[in-house]
């Protein structure tokens, strides 16, 4: 009994004594595993922001909205816009200040809703627009081209329809922008008694201040409105049309258009036949070579092609416009200037419209010849010799010194470099760029963002590796 005591005992101990070895063992591995594990993580922390910083120097960004690269949107130092991405990511910042560094051609641009900032156009062209740039704006646009644009807007359910090429509401200031090629068209086919349609090489709506514009011939420009009705009561609709503006109670001044504008309303009543003095529609089309309808404002100093402007008035099929028979509250007018509400003075048609003369170099800042230097290393002093700008309209170089020009950023930053150029109230800027087309290199050069990168997944592969191989 005694002897097989001992054994229990003795095979306890032994079974403890295993236990404990692999506890040790398990405690040891996990130990082990714990801080191999802890190493990688380590390396991957100590990685990352190095693949955060220097994928920031090249901007990489996303698809959709995306702020700008370069420039801190202040007066002295705006937001470069080299994109599409970067032009619809003006709405995550209307405030700011912005300029285009590049021609843009648009393939999914979606308006923004409003604008309060400054955009400085540069110069620079924004192609196949499809909706206007800005629902409503309120700020400043300027040296804007917009061409090939197709912005036509069309609606079933609505009551009224707005087509602009940049701003569907002007409330702000848009100087010296150019429309060419473009088709500006607002269409209503409404069930509704009431409807508007407003349409405008410009703005379709105005209620700021647009000044020294062009739009080209070769542009049309449409309001359009097909009532079908069947109740007693007449129609009321509205459709203006204007190179420069649609409908104006602000300031339209040193603008030129030669553009085809055309309003047209068709009213279908399907009730009785209407009376004269009686139910009848209500229906007012007008267009205009600059404005469609001027219900305020001023309109001065302008140009615009004669003949150009029609409108017309279709009731149940019949053509109002000069049949001899027409209803008391249904008119229509054309104009080479105002459509309706005569401009206030010094207005001019002419076959060839002319663009606003900038003789006294008033206009657009440009650099006529880039510095003789365009390859620079991390940090190294900017060098203008050899560059030239002029003031649109002015012949004469503008005498440069560093303390008008700047660079965004000689030390964060790779790749395209703009370096921004100031006179007075003007601001341009200039990428620099190779001869043969390589974008300046301020810092990092390009392949170690893929060093960095390859660095981070061996690291993260090498850390599993290590892993499954712990004992």
């Not at 398990?26 to 190095?50: C, D, E, H, W, Y």
Request: some cysteine.
């Amino acid at each position: 009994m005694s002897k097989t005591l001992n054994n229990v005992v003795t095979h306890d101990r032994l079974f403890d004594n295993k236990l404990s070895v692999e506890n040790s063992s398990v405690k040891k591995k996990g130990n082990r595993t714990l801080k191999r594990l802890s190493v990688t993580l380590v390396i991957l922390m100590f990685l990352a922001p190095s693949v955060v910083v220097v994928s920031d120097m090249f901007g990489e960004s996303g698809s959709g909205a995306a702020n700008p690269v370069f420039g801190e949107g202040t007066a002295q130092r705006p937001f470069v816009i080299t994109n599409e991405s970067e032009l619809a990511g003006i709405g995550q910042n209307p405030n700011a200040y912005y300029i285009l560094g590049d021609d843009i051609t648009i393939s999914n641009f979606k308006t923004v809703q409003t604008f309060s900032g400054v955009l400085y156009g540069n110069g620079k062209t924004i192609k196949s627009l499809k909706t206007a740039m800005f629902t409503n704006n309120r700020g400043t646009i300027q040296d804007l081209i917009v061409e090939a644009a197709d912005v036509s807007i069309t609606s079933s359910n609505a009551s009224t329809v707005y087509a602009g090429s940049i701003a569907e509401y002007n409330y702000g200031t848009i100087t010296r922008c150019d429309v060419y090629n473009s088709t500006i068209s607002a269409t209503l086919t409404t069930t509704s008694n009431s409807a508007t349609t407003i349409a405008g090489g410009i703005a379709a709506y105005n209620s700021g201040s647009i000044t020294y514009c062009y739009v080209s011939p070769g542009t049309a420009v449409r309001a359009t409105i097909t009532h079908s009705t069947t109740d007693s009561n007449s129609a009321y609709g509205t459709a203006a049309s204007g190179g420069i503006a649609g409908q104006s109670t602000g300031t339209v001044q040193g603008c030129s258009s030669g553009a085809v504008t055309s309003s047209d309303i068709v009213y279908n009543y399907k009730g009785a036949v209407i009376i004269v003095g009686g139910v009848e529609p209500s229906e007012y089309a007008v267009s205009g070579g600059v404005v469609g309808s001027r219900t305020g404002g001023t309109v001065s100093d302008c140009y615009g092609t004669g003949g150009l402007a029609t409108a017309s008035i279709i009731v149940n099929g019949t053509n109002m416009w000069g049949t001899g028979s027409s209803y008391n509250r249904c008119t229509h007018s054309t104009g080479a200037i105002c459509g309706a509400g005569s401009s206030t003075s010094s207005t001019t048609v002419t076959s060839n419209v002319p663009k606003w003369n900038y003789a006294n170099g008033d206009g657009l800042l440009t650099v006529t010849s880039k510095p003789t230097k365009t390859d620079y290393s991390a940090g190294e002093a900017i060098d203008i010799s050899g560059m030239a700008v002029v003031l649109r309209g002015s012949s004469s170089n503008i005498p440069l010194s560093l303390s008008s020009v700047s660079v965004y950023d000689l030390t964060a930053k790779s790749g395209a470099q703009w370096l921004y150029v100031k006179y007075l109230d003007k601001i341009t800027v200039l990428s620099l760029k190779g001869d043969a087309g390589q974008a300046v290199s301020f810092s990092t050069e390009s392949w170690l963002l893929w060093a960095a990168m390859c660095i981070v997944v061996l690291a993260a592969i090498g850390g599993m590796i290590w892993f499954k191989r712990s004992p």
